[in-house]
């Protein structure tokens, strides 16, 4: 069954050529649960994405649509769809999920074993690269986001620069959390940091007094949240209702309007994180003054839409590459349309037609994103610059970047693997 959820609605809009075929690409995003704040914006970024190249040309002398599930937030139901989509519906790719608790087992259950090509716009857990280096994923596997093992190292310094140097952690106890909570300790305690405890806690809950209260043991000066926002606006109220200090390292999914809304700004202004970064390109020029209106209110800025958008625009690019919607073919085309070789694309109609009118003559492209120029490595993982931001009366500010060389420096003089 073919569904453009989102593209249809968009294709009148923007008067889009209708072609008399499909390429249909799979999508199992995060719209509803703790992360649909984040699915929502990354799945309407992808369908842009498409939008875009559809009124460029098309793939394949096709329309590039999306046939979009949606993954509850839940890894078992987002294994499910994914089944649907692969086994049944046969799409050569997939994009999704954008936490790490869904985009593991969909890639260890499904697209793995059925070697179908995956794209995740948000998974940061560091399992990802383990699966890529265990030989597990065969090479069908990509993430436009940095690995945590380098956010995690980002977040220990800058939280030590901001004097956040003894620290409770509280985190989503999933492999995401889990991960994040690793690999920030490790840099953390070499950077003299003292960890009073850690907590983890499960989804869904309705209340977390109980994991507040055991946070404030050992008198912590301020508490990391490795969340998302809605069970993270609850922690956050819970640990400021049992008296703990209004002093906050966050981890990049509480860059949220919701977050802040629901715990209140005024309670924020001690609250600092991090986020995988962007180069700014004009990519990036094209995305933020397009992305509200054709999302319908969705802010550029909203957390993992920028680089899904990217995500879309590489794999309909790789596809249009490959001269065929196989995975096979897609898979060996996605390095072929990144990296460092070729003519420069940036995002946008006009400049996918001229990627379109490129690869017809055999000549080479490099796509440089939305959160700038983008190259994966043998295990389909990038390094990026991470930005460092801080919450000032309720608005995300940008306090500076760090760059993945400054973290790999980081990351070696503190001792901690890489």
Known sequence: MKKALYLSAACVAFATPTFACEVEVGMVMELTGPAGVYGQAGAKAVDMAFRDMNTAGGVLGCDIVSDVRDSQS??????????????????????????????????????????????SPASSSPTLTQLGEEGKTGGYFFRTITS???????SAQYAMDQGLKKLAIIHVNNDFGVNMM???SKTYEALGGEITSVTAYNEKQSSYSSEATAA?????????????????????RAWISSGGPQSFLLNDGMNSEDFITAVGAQYLNGAYGTSSG???????????????????????????ADR????????????AQAGEATSDKIRDAIPAVTGTEGEPIYAGPEEFKKALDLISKGEKIRYEGVIGPVAF????????????????????????????????????????PN
Do not use: H
């Open 74 to 119: 839940q890894g078992n139901v987002a294994v499910d769809q994914a089944t649907q989509l692969v086994n049944i519906g046969k799409v050569p790719v997939l994009i999704g999920g954008i936490i790490s608790s869904v985009t593991i087992p969909i890639l260890t259950s499904v697209t793995g074993p059925a070697k179908v090509v995956q794209v």
């Open 148 to 154: 945590d093992a380098l956010q995690g190292t980002a």
């Open 182 to 184: 690793r690999e920030f």
């Open 216 to 236: 404030l043991s050992g008198e912590p000066e301020a508490l990391y949240l490795i969340s998302y926002p809605v069970d993270g606006a609850t922690i956050a």
């Open 278 to 304: 962007t180069s700014e390109t004009a990519s990036t020029t094209y995305f933020y003054d397009t992305f509200e209106e054709f999302s319908g209110g969705i802010a550029p800025d909203a957390p993992a």
């Open 308 to 319: 899904s958008y990217d995500a879309g625009a590489i794999v309909a690019l790789a596809i």
């Open 377 to 416: 490595d043998a295990n389909g993982d990038i390094t990026g610059p991470f930005r460092l931001w801080k919450i000032t009366d309720g608005t995300v500010e940008t306090v500076s970047t760090m760059s993945a060389e400054e973290v790999a420096t980081i990351k070696a003089a503190a001792g901690a």
